[in-house]
């Protein structure tokens, strides 16, 4: 299949995810319904059922939706991005320690200080807890002497695991009526989403998205070595800070709106690589709508698995990660043998 046939399904199968995303709930609402709270002007006009429907429609599901869009890709982008910089195919945001610092951030503000700087206090929190976490993996990088993606890789497992670890003192350390609101967010969700803050993560997105297009060349020549990278005019260590420094932003962005949602970057490069190629300009856009459907059909499992209730869309991709890994293991094990 080619690249841009690839494109082509994912993007009409993008319209049907949302329609569903609309529809499917704790209250199911009929697609006819959907399409019309969606036209409707929201005047006096309406009656109390149809200005129930179209609340439940344009305020709450349709943010929700296209938050799921925006992270879904943006953490997708980023696991390609990483497993190009570091030539690991298990490299991902969740996995290389740039999610758990946003996370430390985020659960700091949760637990400790509340909003007391308004409601850009918890995604300012963990962004400055991304910040920190590449920074610290950037740190111990260069510090190692060893050269290449390894020193990176094992930098960003001791990050992961030291923010990890910081996040479960906080819990406890903290207000523990705050609890159980840190245990959900730190599980992930999309619960967050509103019309004000959906600006922050499509600048995460926007972010990732300009820098592939800037960069894609120089990215397809560090598929071929460092040696040969450097024959053609790329830095490669540079291009690796690059990389970690705007996927920790975009990163970011993600963590301070839906929480630690884990394997999506880890899988959907994977699964993008055999039918998009290993091209940039082609692997990356073709991640981006993958990563937005199974962040969209996770959402919609999370919703509707324990309905009324809802379950943290970071158990739904998490299960989906672990039978995943396992599958490819299995598949490799028969092939060795």
Do not use: Y
């Amino acid at each position: 299949m080619k690249p841009w046939h690839v494109h082509a399904t994912l993007t009409a199968g993008l319209p049907l995810f949302l329609v569903l995303g609309l529809s499917l709930g704790g209250t199911h609402i009929a697609a006819g319904s959907v399409w019309a709270s969606l036209m409707s002007p929201g005047d006096a006009t309406l009656n109390v059922a149809e200005a129930a429907t179209r609340a439940i429609v344009v305020d709450l599901r349709l943010p929700r939706v296209l938050l799921a869009v925006l992270v879904g890709a943006t953490l997708a982008m980023s696991g390609a991005l990483l497993q190009t910089a570091t030539r690991n195919d298990l490299a991902d945001p969740f996995l290389f320690g740039l999610s758990s610092g946003a996370a430390a951030g985020a659960v700091a503000v949760i637990s400790l200080t509340g909003e007391r700087f308004g409601v850009w206090t918890l995604p300012v929190a963990a962004f400055a807890g991304g910040l920190v976490a590449a920074g610290g993996v950037l740190l111990l990088a260069q510090r190692s002497a060893g050269h290449g993606a390894e020193p990176i890789v094992l930098a960003g497992l001791a990050m992961s695991f030291l923010f990890g670890a910081l996040t479960h003192v906080l819990v406890f350390a903290g207000d523990q009526r705050a609890a159980h609101s840190v245990l959900f967010w730190s599980l992930g969700g999309l619960g967050q989403a509103r019309w004000d803050n959906l600006a922050l993560a499509l600048a995460g997105c926007l972010s990732l998205t300009l820098f592939v297009a800037a960069k894609h060349r120089a990215l397809d020549a560090l598929l071929a070595g460092d040696e040969v990278a450097h024959s053609l005019g790329v830095a490669p260590q540079r291009l690796r800070r690059e990389v970690l420094i705007v996927t920790a932003l975009a990163t970011a962005c993600c963590v301070a709106l839906a929480g630690v949602i884990g394997f999506v970057g880890l899988m959907v490069p994977h699964l993008m690589r055999r039918s998009a190629g290993l091209l940039h300009a082609a692997l990356v856009p073709a991640c981006a709508l993958m990563g937005a459907l199974l962040l969209l059909g996770s959402d919609l499992l999370a919703r509707v698995l324990m309905a009324p209730q809802e379950l943290p869309v970071g158990i739904v991709t998490a299960s989906i990660g672990a039978a995943f890994v396992i599958g490819l293991l299995w598949q490799r094990g028969t092939a060795a043998a």
